[in-house]
């Protein structure tokens, strides 16, 4: 026994070693020799640069939104929609979801429309920012679905995207129960 395992030991550290080796000699970077294999593979895959011009149907988010992006409520206490909430949204939201026709049926420029949502449903969630829409897109937490729009924010006259302060307390109404 106590003979044995050495042998065994040292038999199965070669058989190791052999396998080390093919493994290695596999993986090793392969010289001029093979032609098969067109080098860069997963550069190219990971790096489609800007323009991907896929019109994703918005709104209901769910999975797709990069919490990451989000800020933290602000401390503020008692904020309500017409003190601190109606102002932010006139600036940046309005144009396009307000008047007759707001865009996606979402009028943002009324505590009752913003309350009420838009074609995707309810975009604000009382208790929950991070489920919200309005935060999330305001956040650019949803690809393609950045609000305001980024051609817009560029625009002459630019619509401003929402402050980080703004989105702090934006969160913080929401999150304090879009009173
Ligand atoms: C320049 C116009 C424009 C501005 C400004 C704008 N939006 Fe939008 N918004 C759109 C358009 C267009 C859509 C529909 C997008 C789509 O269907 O892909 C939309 C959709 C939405 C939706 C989804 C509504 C639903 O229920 O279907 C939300 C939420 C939203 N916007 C929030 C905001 C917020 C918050 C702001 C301001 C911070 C804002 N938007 C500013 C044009 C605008």
Excluded: Y
């Amino acid at each position: 026994m106590s003979k044995k395992l050495p042998l065994i030991l040292s038999g199965s550290l070669a058989g190791l070693a052999i396998l080390i080796s093919s493994l290695s000699a596999a993986d090793a970077p392969a010289p001029a020799a093979s032609t098969s294999t067109p080098a860069p593979a997963p550069a190219a895959a990971s790096a489609p640069a800007a323009p991907a011009a896929s019109a994703t149907p918005a709104a209901s988010t769910g999975p797709k939104a990069d919490l990451t992006k989000l800020v933290a409520a602000s401390d503020k206490k008692g904020l309500t929609f017409d003190k601190d909430i109606e102002p932010m949204l006139k600036a940046s939201c309005v144009k396009c979801h307000g008047g007759a026709t707001p865009k996606s049926g979402l009028d943002l420029s009324t505590k009752d429309g913003a309350l009420k949502g838009g074609r995707g449903g309810k975009d604000i969630i009382a208790g929950h920012g991070d489920q919200s829409n309005v935060l999330l897109f305001a956040s650019d937490a949803v690809a393609k679905t950045e609000m305001p729009p980024l051609r817009n924010r560029t625009a002459t006259p630019p619509i401003p995207a929402l402050t980080k302060d703004q989105l702090a307390d934006l969160r913080a109404w929401i999150d304090q129960g879009a009173n």
